[in-house]
């Protein structure tokens, strides 16, 4: 595609209940990455996925959250029993590859609201 | 985690040359820096990348001194539409594979 698509733009739940984000990444990516922005605040490091490994996911921040890849392409995060402050922008980003170098090409995010 | 730091905000006036400096004592040998932009309601965008020294485009440039510990983005002669935040970004020495942005650099243009 022309570039990281994200879906739902928006996402209003209620505490409790389970949300699964996706990411699409510009094709041919291998490297993939979440990041998540609270209101007013920095990017968040949660996660990224070499392929369809994901080598580290202490960024996470409880184990409430999981994410997974397939075929090398399509990306979710699911965020079960959500909580308040998990209301927050979740940006997804790719990258030719895992290098300094290349660089990451961003979505727009999905904006979550958990009431 | 190596850790980056960034002044929280400046202000500046249209025309001015703005320079915004990130801190980052646990580069790795092999990192690049590169500098994110990021406007409201959008995900950032690349601006430059460098190793070491200068690196200039058509929209900034970036300088590396040689002990890389830091780096300084030049935006010159800005205008209200550079009004946004600037992030740097390195590798982390500790866990190679993970990228740290550093808290970001809130800019402001005014007229």
């Known amino acids: 595609g022309a570039g990281v698509s994200q879906s739902p733009s928006n996402k209003v739940t209620e505490k409790g209940k389970d949300v699964e984000l996706r990411c699409d990444p510009i094709?041919?990516?291998?490297?993939l990455y979440w990041y998540r922005q609270s209101l007013g605040q920095g990017l968040e490091f949660l996660i990224y996925?070499?392929?369809?490994?994901?080598?580290?996911k202490s960024g996470l921040p409880s184990d409430r959250f999981s994410a997974e890849r397939t075929g090398g392409s399509v990306s979710t995060l699911t965020i079960q029993r959500t909580q308040q402050e998990d209301s927050a922008v979740y940006l997804c980003?790719?990258?030719?590859?895992?290098?300094?170098?290349?660089?990451?090409?961003f979505g727009p995010g999905t904006r979550l609201t958990v009431l | 985690l190596a850790k980056t730091t960034q002044p929280i905000s400046m202000d500046s006036y249209e025309g001015q040359e703005v320079n915004i400096t990130c801190s980052h004592n646990n580069i790795a040998t092999n990192d690049y820096i590169t500098w994110y932009q990021q406007f409201p309601s959008q995900g950032p965008r690349f601006i430059i990348q460098?190793?070491?020294t200068k690196v200039t485009n058509e929209v900034a440039s970036l300088f590396i001194p040689a002990d890389r510990k830091s780096s300084t983005l030049s935006l010159p002669r800005v205008s209200l539409s550079d009004t946004a935040v600037y992030y740097c970004l390195v590798g982390d020495m500790d866990s190679s594979y993970k990228l740290i942005f550093g808290s970001g650099t809130r800019l402001l243009v005014r007229p």
């Open positions: 980003a790719s990258s030719k590859d895992y290098l300094s170098t290349d660089t990451q090409y």
């Open positions: 094709s041919g990516h291998t490297a």
């Open positions: 996925f070499q392929g369809n490994s994901a080598p580290d």
């Open positions: 460098g190793y070491k």
